[in-house]
């Protein structure tokens, strides 16, 4: 793919916005090491959410994230969203929310940026082949915790905004910011904090972008869809306390035993959920979206190949991309309170509790997904006649979201990457959840779009994340490309 700002685009500003672009591409090209220390100095940080004891470092990378807009003249604030409760009652600090603005003319359409400066957990003895925070670039990628997920989106989103600013040029749109920590565990405290600021903050925005995914391969892509979450804890619970096998072994109905055989119901071998009346809530596949999977730009030898598997559950593009992307699928992710240590231990645990999860699709609704799982589990486990007792909990119930592809926010996403990378970008759906788009959506009622410039291959959450360094600098000029072409679309399109 090659830089062309000059590309012709879709929108009818192709011609006045190519004569801006080209100094901010020059400046941006100028800057590149610049930014790049300055994700040196974001990663460093580990804002890692899950752990409390990380808790000050997380403090500090809001704090420096906010003193960065201020830095260029924005209007900023940390936003407080209140206290975190922890399993043995005690209360935490959230880390504020950053929000920030830059312009208020009213006759410009008003975009909000969202993203995430928390990280997941990374240590070198994972098996990094760097130092987690320690940001490394060996051979044009730039590797380190968060590089991709999510610190070096929002840099460029805030580069893109600063190129303007050394130009002494007109930002072509009101740019807004939220900025959060707390993305990796949940959002604590932003739903209440959006809800809350709806009729302020979020009055005037027109549009939310949110830059947290990928591509899909080698092409850039525009992200439309992601699914939900429902994530259940099943507990069985048997004797007062753990036992020896060799003691007791034959004569009691083992928890463990039980579990297994609940879970074993849950989905087929050829991944086909069993529960009632999951499958039967799922919105068709059209011809449509059946013909738009075929365009994708897919490797499903390198997919393999990438993940280390000799089989994938399906033969064809269409049909994996499906079952990634808007099929829900069942996980089992783990069992607390049974053996896991190395070596040996003959135990027979009391209590054990398996962890699942249930990915959700239009036309699913949490609530009810909840109420079938738990049904259906009891069910299951009623014909086992065991004394043990069985509890059933969701503990997450995140909606899936969907956009309109056709809408001006993606036609104009079409033309900013046409116009920077000269090619057409795959328009893709993520497997994963990002619950804040279906909650910006809800609150709001704003459009959403999904902006990514993450590559397929990065590693989130895994070990050696990076984020290339072609896709940091290309991604920084598809934001300003993509401000100007948002500023074209008709005040009357919403």
Same mark, same amino acid.
């Given at each position: 793919?090659?830089?062309?700002?000059?590309?012709?685009?879709?929108?009818?500003?192709?011609?006045?916005?190519?004569?801006?672009?080209?100094?901010?591409?020059?400046?941006?090209?100028?800057?590149? !090491?610049?930014?790049?220390?300055?994700?040196?100095?974001?990663?460093?940080?580990?804002?890692?959410?899950?752990?409390?004891?990380?808790?000050? !470092?997380?403090?500090?990378?809001?704090?420096?994230?906010?003193?960065?807009?201020?830095?260029?003249?924005?209007?900023?604030?940390?936003?407080?969203?209140?206290?975190?409760?922890?399993?043995?009652?005690?209360?935490?600090?959230?880390?504020?929310?950053?929000?920030?603005?830059?312009?208020?003319?009213?006759?410009?359409?008003?975009?909000?940026?969202?993203?995430?400066?928390?990280?997941?957990?990374?240590?070198?003895?994972?098996?990094?082949?760097?130092?987690?925070?320690?940001?490394?670039?060996?051979?044009?990628?730039?590797?380190?915790?968060?590089?991709?997920?999510?610190?070096?989106?929002?840099?460029?989103?805030?580069?893109?905004?600063?190129?303007?600013?050394?130009?002494?040029?007109?930002?072509?749109?009101?740019?807004?910011?939220?900025?959060?920590?707390?993305?990796?565990?949940?959002?604590?405290?932003?739903?209440?904090?959006?809800?809350?600021?709806?009729?302020?903050?979020?009055?005037?925005?027109?549009?939310?972008?949110?830059?947290?995914?990928?591509?899909?391969?080698?092409?850039?892509? $525009?992200?439309?869809?992601?699914?939900?979450?429902?994530?259940?804890?099943?507990?069985?619970?048997?004797?007062?306390?753990? $036992?020896?096998?060799?003691?007791?072994?034959?004569?009691?109905?083992?928890?463990?035993?039980?579990?297994?055989?609940?879970?074993?119901?849950?989905?087929?071998?050829?991944?086909?959920?069993?529960?009632?009346?999951?499958?039967?809530?799922?919105?068709?596949?059209?011809?449509?979206?059946?013909?738009?999977?075929?365009?994708?730009?897919?490797?499903?030898?390198?997919?393999?190949?990438?993940?280390?598997?000799?089989?994938?559950?399906?033969?064809?593009?269409?049909?994996?991309?499906?079952?990634?992307?808007?099929?829900?699928?069942?996980?089992?992710?783990?069992?607390?309170?049974?053996?896991?240590?190395?070596?040996?231990?003959?135990?027979?645990?009391?209590?054990?509790?398996?962890?699942?999860?249930?990915?959700?699709?239009?036309?699913?609704?949490?609530?009810?997904?909840?109420?079938?799982?738990?049904?259906?589990?009891?069910?299951?486990?009623?014909?086992?006649?065991?004394?043990?007792?069985?509890?059933?909990?969701?503990?997450?119930?995140?909606?899936?979201?969907?956009?309109?592809?056709?809408?001006?926010?993606?036609?104009?996403?079409?033309?900013?990457?046409?116009?920077?990378?000269?090619?057409?970008?795959? $328009?893709?759906?993520?497997?994963?959840?990002?619950?804040?788009?279906?909650?910006?959506?809800?609150?709001?009622?704003?459009?959403?779009?999904?902006?990514?410039?993450?590559?397929?291959?990065?590693? $989130?959450?895994?070990?050696?994340?990076?984020?290339?360094?072609?896709?940091?600098? !290309?991604?920084?000029?598809?934001?300003?490309?993509?401000?100007?072409?948002?500023?074209?679309?008709?005040?009357?399109?919403?």
């Amino acid at each position: 793919m090659t830089l062309n700002f000059a590309a012709s685009s879709a929108s009818a500003s192709a011609s006045s916005s190519s004569s801006c672009e080209f100094p901010l591409a020059r400046y941006i090209d100028s800057h590149q !090491e610049e930014y790049v220390e300055l994700l040196r100095d974001w990663v460093a940080i580990e804002s890692d959410s899950s752990n409390i004891l990380k808790r000050p !470092e997380l403090h500090r990378m809001m704090e420096m994230a906010a003193q960065k807009l201020r830095q260029m003249g924005g209007t900023v604030e940390l936003v407080d969203i209140g206290e975190q409760e922890l399993p043995g009652g005690q209360t935490l600090a959230l880390p504020k929310v950053v929000t920030g603005q830059f312009g208020s003319d009213p006759n410009k359409h008003t975009v909000c940026v969202y993203g995430h400066v928390d990280v997941q957990p990374a240590k070198l003895e994972d098996g990094w082949a760097t130092e987690p925070y320690n940001l490394t670039e060996i051979n044009g990628n730039l590797y380190g915790r968060g590089a991709s997920d999510n610190k070096a989106p929002v840099l460029a989103w805030i580069h893109a905004v600063e190129a303007y600013q050394a130009l002494s040029m007109e930002l072509p749109v009101n740019v807004k910011f939220v900025i959060e920590g707390m993305e990796e565990t949940g959002s604590n405290g932003l739903d209440a904090m959006i809800l809350a600021q709806r009729d302020s903050f979020f009055s005037d925005v027109d549009y939310i972008i949110i830059s947290d995914c990928g591509w899909l391969s080698r092409r850039p892509a $525009l992200t439309y869809g992601t699914r939900g979450n429902c994530y259940f804890f099943a507990e069985v619970e048997g004797p007062k306390q753990d $036992l020896h096998s060799g003691v007791y072994g034959g004569t009691v109905i083992e928890p463990m035993t039980d579990l297994i055989g609940i879970l074993d119901t849950l989905i087929s071998p050829n991944g086909k959920i069993l529960v009632p009346g999951i499958r039967e809530a799922v919105a068709p596949l059209s011809d449509e979206e059946w013909r738009m999977y075929q365009d994708i730009q897919f490797d499903m030898e390198n997919y393999k190949n990438k993940i280390g598997v000799t089989q994938l559950m399906y033969t064809n593009k269409v049909d994996l991309l499906a079952h990634m992307w808007r099929y829900p699928t069942v996980s089992i992710h783990g069992i607390e309170g049974a053996f896991s240590d190395p070596g040996t231990k003959t135990v027979i645990p009391a209590k054990v509790t398996a962890k699942f999860s249930i990915r959700q699709v239009p036309d699913m609704d949490p609530a009810m997904v909840k109420k079938q799982v738990t049904d259906y589990l009891h069910s299951v486990f009623a014909k086992r006649k065991s004394p043990n007792k069985l509890k059933v909990t969701m503990v997450i119930g995140a909606k899936p979201w969907l956009a309109d592809t056709q809408h001006p926010l993606y036609e104009a996403g079409k033309a900013a990457v046409k116009r920077v990378f000269d090619t057409d970008p795959d $328009l893709i759906r993520e497997g994963g959840t990002i619950p804040i788009a279906r909650t910006f959506q809800d609150v709001t009622g704003k459009s959403i779009i999904m902006m990514p410039i993450g590559g397929f291959d990065d590693g $989130l959450h895994s070990q050696n994340e990076k984020m290339s360094r072609y896709n940091y600098i !290309e991604g920084t000029k598809l934001f300003i490309a993509y401000l100007n072409e948002v500023s074209q679309i008709q005040k009357t399109s919403v």
